[in-house]
């Protein structure tokens, strides 16, 4: 039948913030200028105005107009923007708007720690769980889980690090990424948040002690001195066969298995652990130390055996397969430049970020030019300028899309079809906005940063907002063994500040491809906890999210 997607009326559906952008979008077929006008909690006009006509948004597959309300500034809750007989979803204007979203999106960590007593006194009853993968039966893992049969002969302590996504997987390149992006979010933030976590009290930013515990499980992931392989890291750690659904970790009973290193496993660990180094400095003297060392360690490894790649398909857990690591290498290369300074290094660097390639877990060679934005004193001045021109091009490429889409987006995939995870492709691309905006002062890339969370939060095709707990239509039942409530009362929804990976055009589960054929690839989205493909969440989904939101909440 024909989806319901509610009102033709888009906005962000948890608010604005009072000094803009203010912007909405409005499905139409007619196209002449229309009247809008934005009412308050009490129904009182406050603002009105002409609708833009636009047009066809092609990848949505929808005819638009946009609305921009940016003239009223007045802070506020529960507005409506109103079309004729169309009232959108209620927002406020706030200027703490994103505080929440941003402390709950860095929660979601926590939440998802492997090892450890998720306590009901930090995140309430619902989401209290027991430690997971501490080897207390039924758990056969994590401490002391063997190689695949045959691949090595030694077990290691992998204790620690947080679950991927909605599985009990631990996988080392996309982990390694997502703590990169919170190391990158304490760097870029100006004021640190207080997070419900067990290391609340201690004096370290509590940003940096939620990535630590992912930062220490990545260092147990490296093969030990003496072994063949040695410095090299595993590339990965799951079950032996997907678990069943609803089913907490603890209880949790296959066997778990090391799989074998991969030179992208150990690139990634020579980036955080180089990241890691520099950062923690002045915080935890012998973690920085530690992960220094395991950086310097990991890099050489990868010099010797540059070329073993992880393996694609494979049973209970994610490939995470990659055949071309040019692009790891460059990024190690930048962060370890950036830690110690040292022209073996530099020289090593090879890549710069680009807008067809943006960055994700498998696509890494924009991080190199990351890496080095934050370290501008280790760079020449014409080194600085080139660096500040090629993010600029980059972020006149992604405001670009983001303009030409009537669901103004930075995300606007060359080929038409969107991919699993796509929402992280909106929150990446932002970040890059951001950061350029940082580098450059220009406010249309800080506008555009801002309006990409508009698009998260339920100015899209589907009048969505992927990230539970926040809008009035949000997703909530995202593909999650624990956070699988609609399977099993018992168990609870997502924890909120939850990022859906959203839109794939892929249609690669079961339960998309039954209600979802012929979807425009904007809305190839559907809120079931069966459909991975477009509904899982993942750290490397909430980490983007989460260092959008900081930089939201300090615009
Ligand atoms: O994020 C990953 C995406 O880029 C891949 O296309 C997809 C299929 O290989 O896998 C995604 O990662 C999933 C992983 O394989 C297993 N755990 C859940 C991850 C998020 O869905």
């Known amino acids: 039948g024909v989806r319901d997607f ?12 009072p000094s803009g952008p203010h912007r909405a979008t409005y499905v139409t077929d007619q196209t002449t200028p229309l009247d809008w006008k934005l009412v308050d909690a009490g129904n009182q006009t406050v603002a009105v105005g002409k609708t833009t006509p636009y047009g066809l948004d092609a990848l949505a597959g929808d005819s638009v107009q946009l609305i921009d309300f940016g003239a009223y500034k007045r802070s506020g809750t529960g507005f409506k923007l109103v079309v004729g007989e169309h009232i959108s979803e209620p927002f406020d204007i706030a200027t703490n708007l994103y505080s929440k979203l941003r402390q709950e999106s860095l929660e979601y960590f926590y939440n998802n720690r492997s090892g450890i007593p998720i306590e009901a006194k930090y995140v309430g009853d619902a989401w209290a769980r027991e430690a997971g993968h501490l080897g207390v039966a039924p758990n056969k893992g994590d401490t002391s889980v063997p190689c695949v049969p045959g691949s090595c002969d030694y077990s290691l302590d992998v204790r620690g690090g947080w679950y991927d996504a909605g599985d009990h997987g631990k996988y080392v390149v996309n982990g390694a990424l997502a703590a990169w992006q919170l190391l990158d979010l304490y760097e870029e933030s100006e004021r640190n948040v207080s997070l419900k976590i067990p290391e609340n009290a201690n004096r ?23 072994q063949p392989l040695a410095g090299m890291v595993h590339h990965k750690i799951h079950d032996v ?37 520099r950062v923690y400095a002045r915080w935890d003297r012998a973690l920085a130390t530690r992960c220094l060392s395991a950086a310097q360690t990991a890099w050489k490894a990868a010099e010797l055996h540059p070329a073993i790649y992880a393996p694609g398909g494979g049973v209970g857990g994610g490939p995470y397969d990659d055949v071309k690591v040019t692009d790891e290498f460059s990024w190690a290369a930048a962060e370890l430049f950036a830690a110690t300074g040292k022209a073996s290094y530099k020289r090593r660097i090879t890549t710069g970020v680009k807008a067809a390639d943006g ?18 004193w280790r760079l020449s001045m ?47 691309n932002a970040m890059i906005l951001a950061i350029a905006a940082d580098l450059t002062g220009r406010a249309s890339y800080r506008s555009a940063a801002l309006e990409s969370l508009d698009y998260l939060l339920g100015r899209n095709a589907i009048n969505q907002s992927y990230v539970t707990g926040y809008g009035e239509r949000d997703s909530h039942n995202q593909h999650h063994r624990f956070w699988s409530h609609s399977l099993n009362p018992a168990y609870p929804s997502p924890y909120p500040g939850s990022l859906a990976g959203g839109p794939n055009s892929g249609l690669q589960d079961p339960v998309a491809q039954r209600n979802l054929q012929g979807c425009a690839p904007a809305k190839c989205y559907i809120d079931e906890i069966g459909s991975y493909s477009t509904n899982e969440v993942a750290v490397n989904w909430n980490s983007a999210l989460a260092w959008l939101t900081t930089y939201a909440d300090e615009s």
């Open 6 to 17: 509610g009102s033709p009326v888009r906005v962000n559906q948890l608010g604005y913030l």
């Open 382 to 428: 014409i080194e600085r300028v080139k660096l500040v021109h090629r993010i600029s091009i980059v972020a006149d490429s992604y405001l670009a899309d983001l303009r030409s889409q009537g669901y103004a987006n930075p995300y606007k995939p060359a080929n038409g079809q969107y991919v699993w995870g796509s929402n992280s492709g909106t929150a990446n």
């Open 241 to 277: 066969a997907w678990t069943g659904m609803a089913l907490a970790p603890a209880a949790d009973p296959q066997q778990r298995y090391l799989y074998p290193p991969s030179t992208a496993a150990t690139l990634n660990v020579a980036a955080i652990g180089a990241r890691c180094g």
């Open 359 to 376: 960055f994700s877990w498998q696509e890494t060679g924009g991080l190199a030019d990351l890496a080095l934005a934050r370290v501008p």
């Open 204 to 226: 370290v930013p509590d940003v940096l002690d939620e990535a630590k515990w992912q930062i220490d499980f990545l260092l147990r992931m490296q093969v030990p001195a003496g």
